[in-house]
């Protein structure tokens, strides 16, 4: 079961700027920064009531960051789901006929198992699936 918006996660260009310019519009400052070496991001986290917002700058050119912001700019990159078995709902969202990006869960940032499903599964929303780790 797909529970809530557990983030939304912005593509940004520098995220030392993009802390600041949303520090500012949040009125409070990120929680966390985090480093996904397998992703080849920096991220960090706004808690905004039960939803977060998950800042992300590229690390190298071939992270998936760098060729969204090449090809879409700056900008909304994926909204993320927070599920209590992940492996139940990647099973579930494919025999719907939803593609998986990824066939194996994997640890994402802010200590969860995370799975991707394809935007063009999806009406052009990266759709997260992510599950606590605990
Ligand atoms: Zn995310």
């Known amino acids: 079961m797909i529970n809530k918006i557990e983030h939304i996660g912005i593509a940004v260009k520098n995220l ?3 802390n600041e310019l ?3 519009l949040f009125g409070k400052n990120h929680y966390k920064v985090e480093k996904v070496e397998s992703e080849n991001v920096s991220t960090s986290f706004f808690m905004l009531g039960e939803t977060k917002i998950e800042l992300l700058e590229a690390t190298s050119p071939d992270s998936a960051i760098s060729k969204f912001i090449e ?3 700056e900008g909304i990159h994926h909204i993320a789901y927070d599920v209590d078995d992940v492996y139940a ?8 006929g ?6 194996e869960p994997k640890k994402g940032a802010d200590n969860k198992l995370i799975c ?6 999806t009406n ?4 997260e699936l992510c599950q606590e780790i605990k």
């Open 98 to 103: 939803f593609e998986l990006i990824n066939k």
């Open 16 to 18: 030392e700027q993009s």
């Open 89 to 96: 709902e990647m099973k579930r969202l494919q025999d719907e």
């Open 22 to 24: 949303f520090s500012k």
């Open 124 to 127: 052009g929303i990266l759709v």
């Open 71 to 73: 090809k879409k700019g």
């Open 116 to 121: 991707f499903l394809h935007p063009k599964s």
